[in-house]
């Protein structure tokens, strides 16, 4: 399968548009959310466009600066996204120091903010994975063509897993369908009596370290420092605040304040 279709002698990405849609998907989340709080929607807006552009930059940044041997001698590709290589983590880090500049700027509450911002993020996460099943990355090691179908995972997948002869495991599908699911588990906190501010984001933090460290276990395309992963390194940061911020939901912090 080609990673793109030709429209009015253009190439388009199928990669792209996955993260386009996932963007929209998220857009229309979180501005749905940020309504349902009494946010104003040109505030939020900002919010979002920015926080995108920032987001897929940092991504990007991050990438390239774990690939710079490759990069240093292929300059021009470093522009070109729509070849793969935006990693989630970047985009989390770049996004989350604008937010909360933003968020200082215009006096709201912070943690308030990344719970409705979590909603749209991990929804985005599991639409833009699709991304990497058309550009045949994000794999994981090789494995037999009967035990894929044993995980009871789509033929279409598994064909598509079949790269130079050799099928592989598809780990961004498992990330995709797990991102889903932890979706619906954040849409059920969230309308819960009990609910807290802070709940949302902490189950996000904790959640989607778990599954991404799991993951990175089985992944042979991972960012390297040194010997370690660097997705697994980030992974246990991202758990050990998202614990952090789980136990000061409960308790008086004016970062918590309605």
Same mark, same amino acid.
């Given at each position: 399968?080609?990673?793109?279709?030709?429209?009015?002698?253009?190439?388009?990405?199928?990669?792209?548009?996955? $993260?386009?849609?996932?963007?929209?998907?998220?857009?229309?989340? $979180?501005?749905?959310?940020?309504?349902?709080?009494?946010?104003?929607?040109?505030?939020?807006?900002?919010?979002?466009?920015?926080?995108?552009?920032?987001?897929?930059?940092?991504?990007?940044?991050?990438?390239?600066?774990?690939?710079?041997?490759?990069?240093?001698?292929?300059?021009?590709?470093?522009?070109?996204?729509?070849?793969?290589?935006?990693?989630?983590?970047?985009?989390?880090?770049?996004?989350?120091?604008?937010?909360?500049?933003?968020?200082?700027?215009?006096?709201?509450?912070?943690?308030? $903010?990344?719970?409705?911002?979590?909603?749209?993020?991990?929804?985005?996460?599991?639409?833009?994975?699709?991304?990497?099943?058309?550009?045949?990355?994000?794999?994981?090691? @090789?494995?037999?063509? @009967?035990?894929?179908?044993?995980?009871?995972?789509?033929?279409?997948?598994?064909?598509?897993?079949?790269?130079?002869?050799?099928?592989?495991?598809?780990?961004?599908?498992?990330?995709?369908?797990?991102?889903?699911?932890?979706?619906?588990?954040?849409?059920?906190?969230?309308?819960?009596?009990?609910?807290?501010?802070?709940?949302?984001?902490?189950?996000?933090?904790?959640?989607?370290?778990?599954?991404?460290?799991?993951?990175?276990?089985?992944?042979?395309?991972?960012?390297? $420092?040194?010997?370690?992963?660097?997705?697994?390194?980030?992974?246990?940061?991202?758990?050990?605040?998202?614990?952090?911020?789980?136990?000061?939901?409960?308790?008086?912090?004016?970062?918590?304040?309605?």
């Amino acid at each position: 399968m080609k990673p793109y279709f030709i429209l009015l002698g253009i190439e388009i990405h199928y990669y792209s548009l996955c $993260i386009l849609l996932g963007i929209v998907c998220a857009y229309l989340i $979180i501005m749905k959310e940020a309504k349902n709080n009494k946010y104003k929607e040109d505030t939020i807006s900002d919010l979002i466009f920015y926080g995108i552009i920032f987001g897929l930059l940092g991504a990007r940044i991050y990438y390239v600066l774990f690939n710079l041997d490759y990069y240093l001698i292929y300059k021009e590709e470093i522009i070109k996204v729509w070849h793969g290589g935006l990693a989630i983590h970047g985009g989390i880090i770049f996004g989350v120091i604008f937010v909360y500049l933003f968020i200082k700027k215009h006096k709201l509450n912070f943690i308030k $903010i990344l719970d409705i911002l979590s909603l749209g993020l991990i929804l985005a996460q599991s639409i833009g994975r699709w991304g990497n099943f058309f550009n045949q990355e994000a794999y994981g090691s @090789s494995v037999s063509y @009967s035990f894929l179908r044993k995980l009871l995972i789509p033929k279409f997948i598994i064909n598509n897993m079949k790269i130079d002869g050799i099928y592989y495991l598809p780990t961004f599908y498992f990330e995709s369908i797990l991102c889903l699911i932890g979706f619906i588990i954040m849409i059920y906190i969230k309308n819960k009596k009990n609910n807290k501010i802070g709940y949302i984001s902490s189950f996000y933090l904790i959640y989607y370290s778990i599954i991404r460290f799991i993951i990175e276990i089985f992944r042979t395309d991972s960012l390297m $420092i040194y010997k370690f992963k660097t997705a697994q390194i980030i992974s246990i940061i991202m758990f050990i605040i998202g614990i952090i911020n789980l136990i000061y939901s409960k308790k008086s912090n004016k970062l918590y304040k309605e």
